[in-house]
């Protein structure tokens, strides 16, 4: 079936500091990636999304391109804030057998702190 | 304002004592569902509907009921909770759930406890 894999947290950077989150994904169909971030005390926003294989999500400095060939969808931002600290789930998107559904099918989630 | 909202966000119960977390979206969503984000797991389906009286499984149906019996009410229901239904509980929505590039919605939570 569908999987979602994300790199390990937690993640601890410095403000100003490169980000990159690994996420790779295995799926049968067609799928939409996406990233949402989940600030502390609240529920899941989306960050970005991508719909097919060379597009790139963009939203508040981060980035992410949807790698067909190495099924990936990395996510990355160049210069993190301490406002970014978070735990950042990359899900893909599919459709179920039954009823045409869509399904979303989520990683672990990486808890990112970023420190002044 | 456009939302999903989620009562109570914060629960804890005993063993066996039936309860209901509500959810509720003002966006005219056909499509609605329910996750549980557990340590190193992310977010599982629970149950999901594609629209009035229309619920299906998700991955981890057991030990939940829901029902939709109006477009933005979809409350799920614990009959019997147990210790493993601690967790933090989402509901989510979107425009009609048919098309992979559909981007749900989602609630802030509902932590629960089951002592």
């Known amino acids: 079936g569908d999987s979602v894999t994300q790199m390990e947290g937690p993640v601890t950077l410095s403000e100003e500091a490169f980000l990159t989150i690994n996420c790779t994904y295995t799926?049968?169909?067609?799928?939409?990636l996406f990233w949402y971030v989940q600030y502390p005390g609240e529920g899941l926003q989306l960050l970005l999304k991508a719909t097919k294989a060379d597009d790139k999500g963009s939203n508040k400095g981060f980035e992410a391109t949807y790698r067909k060939e190495t099924t990936s969808f990395h996510l990355e931002k160049g210069s993190v804030q301490v406002s970014d600290s978070a735990v950042y789930f990359c899900a893909l998107s599919d459709l179920a057998l039954i009823q045409g559904a869509q399904k979303l099918v989520f990683g672990q989630g990486t808890r990112l702190t970023i420190n002044p | 304002e456009a939302q999903v909202t989620q009562n109570p966000r914060y629960l804890i119960t005993v063993t066996g004592k039936k309860l209901t977390v509500t959810c509720s979206q003002n966006?005219?969503?056909?499509?609605m569902s329910w996750y549980r984000q557990d340590p190193g797991l992310g977010l599982r389906q629970i149950y999901y509907?594609?629209?009035?009286?229309?619920?299906d499984k998700g991955d981890v149906p057991e030990g939940y009921k829901v029902s939709r019996k109006e477009k933005r009410n979809f409350p799920l229901i614990l009959e019997s909770p147990s210790p493993n239904q601690t967790s933090l509980y989402f509901c989510?929505?979107?425009?009609?759930?048919?098309?992979?590039?559909?981007?749900?919605?989602f609630g802030p939570g509902t932590r629960l406890t089951v002592l």
């Open positions: 509907s594609m629209n009035v009286e229309v619920t």
């Open positions: 799926a049968t169909g067609y799928p939409s």
């Open positions: 989510a929505s979107s425009f009609f759930g048919t098309s992979v590039t559909d981007t749900q919605y």
């Open positions: 966006m005219n969503h056909e499509y």
